[in-house]
């Protein structure tokens, strides 16, 4: 059975860091275009960041650019979301998700992903 398992969340101060991981269990990442998404209590979800090794670059929404960081350690099957200079509009629950379709492309924020873990909240504030 393919999982998707998020952890690393919690409470941070502003300007604070966190690293989440994604755990996969029953595949390969390799194969997988990994993304990254976020929803705060009465907004939509929104896409945080693509990548896949096929095209080897990582996309993100601008509200995170130069801030967040996603890579992945293929021996663990583990995708990480470093998270720096955290802001309070920042606080959202985390989803990683994975599709086979293993390119980003251009409307990387609109492709669709066949798993998703459960997700982990992330809080900023002081």
């Known amino acids: 059975q393919l999982q998707l398992v998020e952890s690393g969340g919690g409470l941070v101060q502003p300007g604070g860091s966190l690293r989440l991981s994604c755990a996969a269990s029953g595949f390969t990442l390799d194969y997988y275009a990994i993304g990254w998404f976020r929803q705060a209590p009465g907004k939509e979800r929104e896409a945080v960041s693509c990548f896949t090794r096929r095209e080897g670059s990582a996309y993100y929404a601008d509200s995170v650019k130069g801030r967040f960081t996603i890579s992945r350690d293929n021996g663990k099957s583990t995708v990480y979301l470093q998270m720096n200079s955290l802001k309070p509009e920042d606080t959202a629950v985390y989803y990683c998700?994975?599709?086979?379709?293993?390119?980003?492309?251009?409307?990387?924020?609109?492709?669709?992903?066949?798993?998703w873990g459960q997700g982990t909240q992330v809080t900023v504030s002081s």
């Open positions: 998700a994975a599709d086979p379709n293993p390119y980003c492309g251009t409307k990387w924020y609109r492709r669709g992903y066949d798993y």
